[in-house]
Structure formats: C-alpha cells, structure tokens
C-alpha cells in the first residue's frame, strides 16, 4: 500500500528559526497600529501556507483580547483610574500584539522533532552546544505548560476551584495546590530532559543527523523573503505616511 503523500509543505526548521527573526526586527521596525496588523495577517498566511491552519484562529483571539487590553487602557485615560493602571494596561496590549508575531514562529520551531532542530542547527555551523541548549529549552516550556494543565485538572477534579476569580481571591491556596506542585515538577521535568536528550545520544561528538531529511529548499526561502517583504513595505509606507503629516 502506498504511502498517502503530505498534502501541506512542512517548512525546514531553519525557515522558523529565521522567521523568529526577522519578527523580532519587524516589531522593532514598524510601530503603528495599521502596520502592526498587516504584519499580523503576513504572519498568519505563512502559517497558513505552512499547515499550520489550526494556529490561525487561537492567535487571532489572542490579538483580539491583547487589542481589548490596550483599548481598555487608552480609554481608561480620560476616566478617574489611576495613570499607572492605564498605563500598564495600554503597555501590556501593544507589547502582546507585537511579540506574539516572533513567538508564533517560535512556538512553530518549537513543535520540531530534537533530532531535526540539532541537525538544522549543526548545519547552520552553530556550536553543538548551543543546539543542546535551544533543544532543550524548547521542549522544557511546551512540556512546564502540560504539567500545569494537569495540575489544573487534578484540582478541579478534586472539586478544588483553579479559576482565574478563586486564583485572586484565594492566593494563599493556589500557591500550594499548584505552584507548589509545579515546582516540583519543574525540577522532575529537568531530570527527564536531562536523561531523554543523553538517551538520543546529544553528547556524541560526530555528526548529528535527522530521521526527517532536513532540506532548505525553494519554498522556505519564498517563506523568508515574503515576510521581508511584508516588512519592508509597511515600515517604507509608515514612514512616508509620518513624513506626509509632519
């Protein structure tokens, strides 16, 4: 029986490692809002073209809620609030916006097999060292969140509030029904790294291949000069706009 072939383009994961940054320069580049969303909407057709179709709706609510929070604040200027609270709120909403560009590309490399990232790294000449290290912190914090999700069922399971209302309320409890635990957690989680990555041979000294081939090919270099695109032109329009009103 023949294999069915893959029916999306998988990107190598050098493409996400490059797409994180050239997000980070794009934020730090473009600031206004306008700008801001057409990035956002560049970015969710490359994880739209790269068959990550089931990400576009969750980060499309986080950019709502982010934008919901910068409202708030900027409307909390003219009441009564105090500044610093408006100013947080305002601060928090355009911050979530911008980083969570570079870290949908982030998460994306962090879905990655190990062996396929080290690989793409040590092909980049980047020091095995440094591939051990990102290996494991990318695999460290997707496996913290499923913890704490655990966690969380566990307590409510035992009929133990773990809503955002019980959490500010009862701050004394949640402190020991689940960072408590999830520190300890933490700890054993490190250990299983630990253990995983010298089981999958991370310490061998020759050369680190992949099950998956790893390939740079046409498509992720139209992925990585699409969003520089989008980029270039927002920031060269943004400025030609600022330039207009002054």
Not at 3 to 11: D, T
Request: with cysteine; proline share 4%; glycine share 8%.
């Amino acid at each position: 029986m023949e294999k069915r072939k893959q029916s999306y383009f998988r990107p190598d994961p050098r493409t996400w490692l490059l797409l994180c940054l050239l997000g980070i320069a794009s934020i730090l580049l473009v600031h206004s809002e306008i700008g801001g969303l057409c990035l956002f909407l560049g970015c969710l057709l490359i994880h739209l073209l790269s068959g990550n179709a089931n990400k576009i709706l969750p980060y499309m609510l986080y950019y709502i809620v982010f934008y919901g929070i910068g409202w708030a604040g900027v409307r909390l200027l003219d009441s009564s609030v105090a500044f610093s609270v408006s100013s947080m709120l305002s601060s928090i909403g355009i911050v979530g916006r911008k980083i969570l560009i570079p870290l949908s590309f982030a998460a994306a490399l962090a879905r990655e097999p190990t062996g396929s990232l080290m690989a793409a790294l040590q092909a980049m000449r980047f020091p095995k060292a440094v591939g051990i290290a990102a290996s494991v912190v990318l695999r460290f914090f997707p496996t913290i969140s499923g913890e704490y999700r655990a966690i969380r069922s566990s307590q409510r399971f035992r009929g133990i509030g773990v809503g955002v209302v019980h959490t500010l309320t009862h701050l004394p409890s949640t402190v020991e029904y689940i960072l408590i635990p999830l520190i300890l957690r933490t700890t054993k989680v490190a250990e299983e790294l630990s253990a995983s990555m010298t089981v999958r041979g991370v310490r061998f000294s020759g050369e680190t291949i992949s099950y998956r081939p790893i390939h740079f090919s046409r498509k992720d270099g139209a992925l990585c000069v699409f969003m520089v695109l989008i980029a270039s032109a927002v920031f060269v329009l943004e400025k030609d706009l600022l330039t207009k009103v002054k």
